[in-house]
Each structure stands twice: as structure tokens, then as C-alpha cells.
């Protein structure tokens, strides 16, 4: 089975400061990757998904970005963070095409912009 | 969601009792998933379903393409199913979205 692997686990960040978060798979080989992010209380709001190595889609702008520098590997960004940017963010990965298989979240990092 | 109506959106329980939670959808959905997530945040897949109901110890699930419905039973409650409860629905089209409910937040008591 896949573990999915988030860093850090919480951040405390002020309003224009750069930000990235990590996220790393274990144990399967070319899964789809996503982002979602989640408000305090909230849904969650899908904002990018992976299909393959350097191939991001972007579902929601929100002034930020993604990358896939790795099979394994998936990276949410931004250069300057916004009051609006806080909350949970979770990194999931799929093992098939598309999302028609079981979706799989990884722990979550809890942004807090001040 | 706009596409993902959820009910209820909170859920009182006594321990041993049994509920449904339900979601509406408003367009075409390919395929339904049930989550669960606790007080730190994690999230549990319960149930990916295309068609049909799919049972797993006290939880069943169904899914009615059709009828554009999907319901989660849960049977015999017990303290540890406390927690928020989120379907996420397919679209219909291979773009990988899914587009998820508002969540129902599931209490149960002793």
C-alpha cells in the first residue's frame, strides 16, 4: 500500500512571505496526485491535480502553484502568501487514471498566515 | 458544493442507534467516494462506488446514477465513527476532479 508523506506538519507564516509544501508517495509508481485545500470548518476545494512527471492542472487560482519534479514528488507554492491563503492543505494521490479510483490523503499541513 | 448537496449537516447519536447521511447531485456523476475526518485532520476513505451499495462491517453505502443520489448507512453507532463525513463526487468527464460535499458532522454519545 501507498504512504503518502506531508511537510511540515504546520506552518506559521506572515502575509507576503513565500511558502512551499511537500508531499511525497511511497510505494506506487506513476499515481495521479492532487492538492486540496480546506478551510477551518470547511469542504474540501480541490486546486491542482498530476497526471504524470511535470504536468500540473490547475482546478482553482488562488495564487498559487504547483509542480511535479518527480514521480514521487509534489509541491505546492507560492512567492506571496495572502491572509485567505490559511487553512488545512492535503496532498492525495489515486493509483488509476482520472478519479476513478479511491482517493488516499496524506496527514495535512496547517497553515496559519498572520 | 454547488454540484454536491450533503445532509444533514449534523448528526446527534446515541451509541447502538442507526442513521443515514445522503447526498444529492445536482449534474452526471461518474462515480461517488465516502470520506471520514477525525479531529486532526486525517481522512479515511470509506467507500468508492460507480454503481450499487458496497457493505463494509456497519457501514453501507449506495450509489443511483440515475436517481443522481448517494446514502451512507451507519449501523449500530459507536463512539469512534464520531467525526465529519464528506462524499466527494466524480465528473462525469475524465478530468480528474472531484468535487466534494459540504461535509456532515457526525456526534455520537453514549
Known amino acids: 500500500a501507498q504512504t503518502i508523506h506531508q511537510w511540515p506538519v504546520a506552518e506559521i507564516k506572515a502575509v507576503g512571505s513565500p511558502l512551499s509544501l511537500g508531499c511525497t508517495i511511497k510505494g506506487k509508481s506513476s499515481p495521479n496526485l492532487y492538492w486540496y485545500w480546506q478551510a477551518t470548518g470547511g469542504t474540501l476545494q480541490q486546486l491542482f491535480y498530476s497526471i504524470t512527471v511535470g504536468q500540473v492542472e490547475s482546478v482553482v487560482q488562488l495564487n498559487l502553484s504547483a509542480s511535479r519534479p518527480k514521480d514521487d514528488q509534489f509541491i505546492l507554492s507560492t512567492e506571496k502568501l495572502l491572509l485567505s491563503h490559511s487553512g488545512f492543505y492535503l496532498c492525495a494521490c489515486s493509483p488509476g487514471q482520472g478519479a476513478r479510483d479511491t482517493l488516499y490523503f496524506g496527514a495535512g499541513t496547517r497553515l496559519s498566515v498572520l | 458544493g454547488d454540484q454536491v448537496e450533503q445532509s444533514p449537516s449534523a448528526l446527534s447519536l446515541h451509541e447502538g442507534t442507526s442513521s443515514a447521511l445522503r447526498c444529492n447531485f445536482t449534474t452526471t456523476t461518474r462515480s461517488v467516494q465516502w470520506f471520514r475526518q477525525n479531529s486532526r485532520g486525517s481522512l479515511i476513505n470509506l467507500f468508492y462506488?460507480?454503481?450499487g451499495t458496497k457493505e463494509n462491517g456497519r457501514l453501507k453505502s449506495a450509489f443511483d446514477s440515475k436517481e443522481l443520489y448517494s446514502t451512507l448507512h451507519i449501523r449500530d453507532a459507536q463512539l469512534e465513527d464520531s467525526g465529519t463525513y464528506f462524499c466527494a463526487a466524480e465528473a462525469p468527464t475524465n478530468t480528474g476532479k472531484l468535487t466534494f460535499g459540504d461535509g456532515t458532522v457526525l456526534t455520537v454519545k453514549p
Open positions: 462506488l460507480a454503481s
